[in-house]
């Protein structure tokens, strides 16, 4: 999926933080809405539960994602890990900004292995959860996952050039 600019402004359909009541920046609101609309792309016949994520990577492209069930449940993907694997296939090594929406409310928060696999990828990321309607809630990943197990526990300083990428040296 490539950018798709918003064409109305962000005052048009104010999301609000719920913590701070203040409207979403434009970014986050554009990420926001997007996560909304990909909720839509998800194939979820099993668990009803359709979610829908929105990210934004350090070179301003945006990746959307959905949950993809199957009949064999483990082979589930949820809608974060299916937009970053996007991401990171187009080339994407750091994410900034993702959003995610669920059909609860208060909004969902993502399961414990999206999280891992953000910690990968969007470490410093602005995280936007939210619901079809309503306000959302921002939060980091170092509240959704402290101490998390992260990639320099594993790089070294011989570290090769795909690692360096993950230090935002690369692409
Ligand atoms: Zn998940």
């Given at each position: 999926?490539?950018?798709?600019s ?69 082979l ?77 526990a ?18």
């Amino acid at each position: 999926m490539t950018h798709r600019s918003s064409a109305q402004p962000a005052t048009d359909r104010e999301i609000r933080d719920v913590a701070t009541g203040q409207p979403l920046p434009p970014l986050l609101h554009d990420l926001a809405e997007q996560a909304r609309a990909a909720q839509a792309l998800a194939y979820a016949p099993y668990s009803h539960f359709p979610v829908g994520a929105a990210l934004r990577t350090e070179d301003g492209r945006v990746f959307v994602g959905a949950n993809v069930e199957n009949a064999s449940y483990g082979l589930t993907v949820c809608a974060e890990r299916t937009a970053v694997f996007q991401a990171v296939l187009a080339g994407a090594r750091r994410i900034k900004a993702i959003a995610i929406c669920t059909n609860l409310s208060p909004p969902a928060a993502p399961c414990g292995m999206c999280r891992q696999t953000l910690a990968e990828f969007a470490e410093e990321a602005e995280i936007v959860l939210l619901s079809p309607s309503g306000p959302a809630q921002q939060t980091t990943l170092s509240a959704l996952l402290p101490l998390a197990f992260r990639p320099s526990a594993l790089i070294t300083t011989e570290s090769s050039s795909q690692a360096e990428d993950v230090h935002g040296a690369g692409k």
